[in-house]
């Protein structure tokens, strides 16, 4: 569980800063999804009683990071118009 958050995270970064640069505001209509599949993820894993104590940061950042790339991806697709 702690190597797909970590995967999810940074994938989802990855797609999110990348859809800040003009003309590439569309790849957002993927980041918006993984960003979400990231937060659900840290969210499962939070308040799972099988996750140990060293995980739960993992877990927590994907849930705090998960929301905000969310809410920037959501942004950039309304400033873009939706496409751009």
Do not use: Q, Y
């Given at each position: 569980?702690?190597?797909?958050?970590?995967?999810?995270?940074?994938?989802?970064?990855?797609?999110?800063?990348?859809?800040?640069?003009?003309?590439?505001?569309?790849?957002?209509?993927?980041?918006?999804?993984?960003?979400?599949?990231?937060?659900?993820?840290?969210?499962i894993g939070t308040t799972s009683k099988d996750t140990p104590e060293s995980d739960k940061g993992v877990h927590l950042a994907a849930l705090i990071l998960g929301v905000c790339l969310i809410g920037v991806g959501a942004i950039r697709c309304f400033l873009g118009g939706g496409v751009v």
């Amino acid at each position: 569980m702690r190597t797909a958050t970590i995967i999810f995270i940074v994938l989802s970064c990855t797609i999110t800063i990348g859809g800040l640069f003009p003309c590439l505001g569309w790849i957002n209509w993927i980041g918006i999804p993984c960003s979400s599949i990231c937060a659900i993820l840290g969210l499962i894993g939070t308040t799972s009683k099988d996750t140990p104590e060293s995980d739960k940061g993992v877990h927590l950042a994907a849930l705090i990071l998960g929301v905000c790339l969310i809410g920037v991806g959501a942004i950039r697709c309304f400033l873009g118009g939706g496409v751009v």
